[in-house]
């Protein structure tokens, strides 16, 4: 006859199992929004020769069509943050999911410059709070040795995604015009919205982050995580005085010229500069991104695997990221090749370097403050968001005469910044440590506080 420890020790087995299956549905579901979110932020970019060329833009206009997604995005992600720290994620994420998705459609119905810019900018603005909730997910249900992992397999949907729905895309405005390409990308995402709403469940105290014993103190970490309230100024300017989150912030610009650049300008380069067809054009893009979706993969697992092995955050979290962003910078090799193979070969390195250092995102939860996660990622976010607002338009500027040369040059300095950003600034990779506060907000005397950055006579400026 079973003991009651046997009972118990089965029922424990059972409950982990589920919890497994749970969370890697959970993390299939923000899979899959991710791939949603980064077509509708980027059909406009398979569409931008046909739509330059049926409103008669000029490649500045289109550079300005490429930002204006950012001007909002970048704008929304601390108060996006804010929300995310605020408002349950099942109701969050479908209502975002509706109205991104809804302006998307709206787009396929307008011919004026002015029009689509306003349309592009309500995308951004409620595609904002997106990545703030799928980081603080990952931290609610994925424990510290985990969350590489989980962050690759949800970040590879942006790249795994575009690579398929490149060619994809292309073909559907082939066949229904880019009017069309809108209308059908906007639809995919408002059904996504109610399987979202039917299928996630918040994890509730006991589930969060938890499967395993030695996940115990996470869990604790978490519980304290929903009692303090993150929404408020202290915490704003907190985010922004600490020099580790300005490595990390400076380091997801930097990465994000990168992605920005082959999020819009990359076709244009591709059909315009290397005189690519329509659909070969989509053929080709989609290499880039197979590549950097095999480079987020292997990042993330390799990292957690050596964190499991005892390797410290310095080596098993920024080596990735290092030497993901030396790789980016061989974008410039593009330059000096002709054929279309080697200009593959370049800029498929290139992004496979982009998605190596797109593990980013785990510095966040591993710097921030617990109580703070979705506020810094909102700043992080935001600060990578600046770069999505640049970009595209110094690009259409640096091309206007049609030579991209320039342009790729552009991409390469990002990079090698980035680079030094992660290896001056970020330094020892731990949790900032905070005052403990009264109820009032204010913080309470012979506490640890958090390192603010150098005053201008040190050694960084």
Known sequence: MATTQQINSSSASVKRKSKSKSKFGVLALIFLSVVINYMDRT???????????????SKVQMGIIFS??????????????????????????????????????????LSSFAAIVGCRMAIGFFEAPSYPANNKIVTQWFAEQERAGAIAVYTSGQFI???????????????????????????????????????????VPENEASSTDSEASTNDNNKEYQVQAAANWNNLKIAFSSRKLWGIYIGQFCLGGTLIFFLTWFPTYLAEYRGLSELNTGFVASIPFLAAFCGVLLSGFVSDWLVRKGVSNEVARKAPIIIGLLLSSSVIFANYVESTQWVTFFLSVTFFGNGLASINWV????????HMVGLVGGCFNFIGGLSAVTVPIAIGYLAKDGDFKPALMLVACLAVIGLCSYLFLVGKVEQIQLPALDDDGTPIPDTQVIQPLPSSSGDTK
């Open 161 to 203: 995604g575009l690579a398929f729905l490149m060619p994809v895309l292309a073909i559907i405005q082939q066949w229904f015009g880019w009017r069309g390409l809108f209308f059908i990308s906007g639809g995919i995402g408002i059904i996504w919205a109610g399987v979202w709403y039917l299928l996630y469940r918040d994890p």
């Open 363 to 370: 510095f966040v939860s591993l710097i921030a403050p617990k």
């Open 68 to 109: 204006a997604f950012a001007w909002t995005y970048s704008i929304m992600q601390i108060p996006g943050g804010m929300l995310v720290d605020s408002i349950r994620i099942r109701l969050l994420y479908p209502f975002i999911l509706v109205a991104w998705s809804a302006a998307t459609i709206v787009q396929g119905l």
């Open 43 to 57: 059909n406009i970019s398979v569409a931008a020769q046909a739509i330059s060329d049926d409103l008669e833009l």
